[in-house]
C-alpha cells in the first residue's frame, strides 16, 4: 500500500459533451485527492512528447490531432495506489472491453474517443507530471488527522 501521484487527462471528447465534472467526480469520490488541477490546450510538441511511447504506431498522427482538438483538463490524483486505482475507475483502454461502471464504458464505444487518460506506472506519472506541471509546486494533504470514525 503505497501513496501515490498520478497524472488524468480530461481528453477533447469528455470536455466538448460536458463530462469533466462528472468524470473528475468519480475520482474524487473513490478517495483520491487533487493536488494539481488546470485547463489548457495542448500543442503539438506537447502532445508528442506526452505519447512518445506511441510514436510510429498506426494511430500516432490522429491521436494527436485529437488531443490538441480543444481545451483538456489536466489533474494529478494522491492516494494508496493512485496509478492503480485510477486505472480501474478509468476502465479499459477500449470502451467495448472495458467493465461497466468505469468511465470509458459508461460513456464511450471508440478507443480512440475514450474520454480520460491516466498514467500506467508511477514511472509514467511522474514523466507525464514534469510535463503538464513543468516547474509548479504541488501541494500535498495533511495525513496527520484522523478520520471521522462511526461506532
Ligand atoms: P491507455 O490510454 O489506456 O493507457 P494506450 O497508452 O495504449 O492506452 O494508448 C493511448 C491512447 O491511444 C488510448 O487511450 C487511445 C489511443 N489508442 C490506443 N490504441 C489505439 C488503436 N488501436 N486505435 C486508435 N487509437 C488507439
Ligand atoms: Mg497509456
Given at each position: ?50 505519447y512518445g511511447e506511441h510514436e510510429g504506431k498506426p494511430f500516432f498522427n490522429g491521436l494527436v490531432k485529437y488531443i490538441t482538438s480543444s481545451p483538456i483538463i489536466a489533474g494529478v490524483l494522491e492516494g494508496t495506489n493512485a496509478v492503480a486505482a485510477a486505472r480501474q475507475i478509468m476502465g ?60
Amino acid at each position: 500500500m503505497a501513496l501515490e501521484r498520478t497524472l488524468i487527462l480530461i481528453k477533447p471528447d469528455a470536455m466538448q459533451r460536458g463530462l469533466a465534472g462528472e468524470i473528475l467526480a468519480r475520482f474524487e469520490r473513490r478517495g483520491l485527492r487533487m493536488v494539481g488541477l488546470r485547463l489548457l490546450k495542448v500543442d503539438r510538441d506537447m502532445a508528442r512528447q506526452h505519447y512518445g511511447e506511441h510514436e510510429g504506431k498506426p494511430f500516432f498522427n490522429g491521436l494527436v490531432k485529437y488531443i490538441t482538438s480543444s481545451p483538456i483538463i489536466a489533474g494529478v490524483l494522491e492516494g494508496t495506489n493512485a496509478v492503480a486505482a485510477a486505472r480501474q475507475i478509468m476502465g479499459a483502454t477500449r470502451p467495448t472491453e472495458a467493465a461497466p461502471g468505469t468511465i470509458r464504458a459508461d460513456f464511450g464505444l471508440e478507443v480512440g474517443r475514450n474520454l480520460v487518460h491516466g498514467s500506467d506506472s508511477t514511472a509514467s506519472a511522474r514523466r507525464e507530471i514534469a510535463i503538464f506541471f513543468a516547474g509548479e509546486r504541488l501541494p500535498t494533504w495533511k495525513r496527520d488527522v484522523d478520520p471521522w470514525v462511526f461506532e
